[in-house]
């Protein structure tokens, strides 16, 4: 009984998932982008980087790495503290 | 639990030091080519890693000083990341005072890429520091709870 | 409907990671179903940004043809891929400190053994 509820349950989730990730737009075609195109025309203009994306990461957006290294530093921490020395029992 | 053979461990001697070169090129060309901070800090911190299954944890251990990686490396490569951003406030933050337009010659010895260059020098470090810990950490963590030495583990350590 | 492959693949990823999540016992078997449902939306993330015959962005590496597949959605999961990492690694220390104190890792003992 368990198990048969379970998996009409997973049918049914996983139908609702495929339907709505099937009308996401089609692959390959996402659509105007101005943002994007900006990025892509004048990256290479404005700060000479080749590469677009790290001029996307460092420069453009930089409080998201900025976010990102804070979560890196804390879970830093807390395994340290997790593991710290005379904590035998 | 069998030691790891001969070839293996000289194998990730070697290694450890190219993946060590790799990484810091990855992160020293992360402006111009495909990487940056992320990635070349992460494949710099395969160099623990290696001397750990080189090595041993016991001898690593007693030769790497975590002060080093902790305080040098991690807070230091966050702290110059906030700094430089921090530099370019007259502006906004995190606005690229060093860069300079393409084909114009910069008037310091940096790159035309400004901050970004050294922004991911910082990331690239910082990631190195904490990935490097995280492993050692961990690895340290598996004998710290265990009430006898553990003899099968030994060796690894010749 | 099979254009969209890709995205289809995403769901089945997501799937297989929940369907882990609620049917495993094993606290490492629960851990490594999070990791493959971080990539699956990692993978889903990547997806969106890709035009056909899109090349990589970056300038010199891209020659002539076709247009530039979107960078942002790139960037952001370099993001998500640090992160996930890192959560990655705190989750497995909590299970170490878990086989510990419990001797187990099995979810049902734990709650049957309350401390």
Redesign the interface.
């Given at each position: 009984m368990k198990k048969t509820l379970?998996v009409a349950a997973?049918i049914i989730?996983?139908g609702l998932?495929?339907g709505a990730?099937?009308m996401?737009h089609?692959?390959?075609?996402?659509g105007a982008?101005p943002?994007?195109n900006y990025?892509?025309e004048n990256s290479?203009?404005?700060?000479?980087?080749?590469?677009?994306?790290?001029?996307?990461?460092?420069?453009y957006?930089?409080?998201?790495?900025?976010g990102?290294?804070?979560?890196?530093?804390?879970?830093?921490c807390?395994?340290?503290v997790?593991?710290r020395?005379g904590?035998?029992k | 639990m069998n030691p790891l053979s001969l070839i293996v461990r000289v194998g990730c001697d070697i290694f450890a030091w190219f993946m060590l070169v790799f990484g810091t090129n990855v992160i020293i060309h992360g402006y111009m080519s495909p990487g940056g901070g992320f990635q070349g800090g992460a494949i710099a911190a395969t160099f623990i890693v290696f001397l750990l299954v080189a090595y041993g944890s016991r001898r690593v251990h007693s030769w790497v000083n975590e002060g080093i990686y902790d305080v040098l490396f991690d807070e230091l490569g966050l702290l110059s990341f906030i700094i430089l951003a921090f530099l370019g406030l007259p502006t906004s933050f995190f606005f690229n005072y060093l860069a300079t337009p393409l084909g114009v010659a910069s008037p310091w010895f940096t790159p035309g890429a400004g901050t970004i260059f050294f922004m991911s020098i910082a990331v690239g470090i910082e990631v190195t520091g904490a990935l490097s810990l995280v492993i050692l950490n961990m690895h340290r963590g598996i004998r710290l709870f265990s009430e006898s030495p553990m003899e099968e583990e030994l060796g690894h350590d010749r | 409907m099979i254009g969209n492959g890709p995205f289809l693949a995403v769901g089945i990823l997501f799937l297989i990671a929940l369907v882990g999540i609620f049917t495993q016992k094993n606290l490492i078997k629960i851990a490594m179903a999070i990791a493959i449902l971080g990539s699956s939306v990692n993978l889903f993330l990547v997806a969106l940004g890709y035009r056909t015959g899109g090349t990589v962005p970056i300038h010199y590496l891209a020659g002539e043809g076709g247009p530039m597949v979107l960078p942002t959605p790139q960037a952001m999961t370099l993001t998500a891929i640090v992160i996930a990492l890192a959560t990655t690694a705190l989750l497995l220390s909590l299970i170490m400190l878990i086989y510990r104190h419990y001797g187990t890792i099995n979810v049902d003992e734990i709650r049957r053994l309350r401390g």
């Open positions: 379970f997973a989730i996983g998932l495929i990730l099937d996401v089609p692959f390959g075609n996402p982008a943002m994007d990025y892509l290479l203009k404005e700060l000479s980087t080749e590469n677009i994306v790290t001029s996307i990461v460092f420069d957006r930089g409080f998201d790495t900025l990102e290294a804070a979560v890196l530093f804390t879970a830093l807390s395994i340290t997790l593991f020395e904590r035998k | - | -």
